[in-house]
């Protein structure tokens, strides 16, 4: 027969036991679904809007050049981002097998069709096979280009506006001038977007 002592301390484990579920789902499990960790560099919202030199003061960054990235378009054709110079760009970095970049994309779209009359152009560059994202096209109406990425052209990009792309979804905004940037990684909402499209305007 089990003594009410027995009892107690089994019941004291599942209470601990309970509790460590919870933590393990919360702190890890749950915070990784926002982002889908590409190497082990910490994750962060940066603004390049100045450089900071080895002095310590500021000095203005340098425009971005748009003329300097290029990517694929679906069909493979090389695509030069400089074509939508002079808008307010934001470039957002997703695949069809991020399950926070496929929560995102609705938001996208609904943020390009308010701010389409404020010289605001999304684009799309998919981290993905060809063919998996024309699949997936078929499943979402974009209104914005969607356009192919791999790694390396992902990392020359973020590296152009002083990034270090680390995870997906990953989003670069770029002024209508070039001469400001901010870039994000993990699941942006339709208010933070909003607040860097508007810091823009």
């Known amino acids: 027969m089990i003594s009410f002592k027995e009892m107690l ?10 509790f460590a579920g919870f933590a393990t789902y919360k702190y890890i499990i749950a915070s990784q679904s926002e982002v889908n960790i590409i190497n082990l560099e910490p994750s962060a919202t940066t603004d390049v809007n100045t450089v900071t030199s080895n002095t310590g003061q500021q000095t203005e960054a340098q425009a971005v050049d748009l003329a300097s990235m290029v990517v694929k378009d679906i069909d493979a054709k090389p695509v030069g981002l400089d074509q939508w110079s002079g808008k307010v760009l934001a470039i957002n970095f997703w695949a069809t ?5 496929r929560k995102e994309i609705p938001v996208l779209i609904e943020t390009q069709k308010e701010f389409a009359d404020k010289n605001v152009q999304f684009l799309g560059i998919a981290m993905d096979d060809s063919k998996a994202v024309k699949s997936y096209m078929q499943t979402i109406d ?3 280009p969607i356009l192919i990425s791999d790694l390396n052209e992902t990392i020359r990009i973020g ?5 270090s ?3 997906l979804p990953f989003t670069v905004f770029i002024s209508a001038d070039g001469m400001q940037s901010k870039a994000h990684t993990g699941e942006l909402n339709k208010e933070q977007i909003e607040e860097i499209l508007n810091s823009f305007l």
């Open 9 to 18: 301390i089994v019941l004291c484990m599942m209470i601990a036991a309970s």
């Open 97 to 101: 097998w991020c399950p926070p970049c």
């Open 142 to 144: 974009f209104n914005y």
């Open 159 to 163: 590296q152009a506006v002083n990034y």
């Open 165 to 167: 792309f680390i995870a």
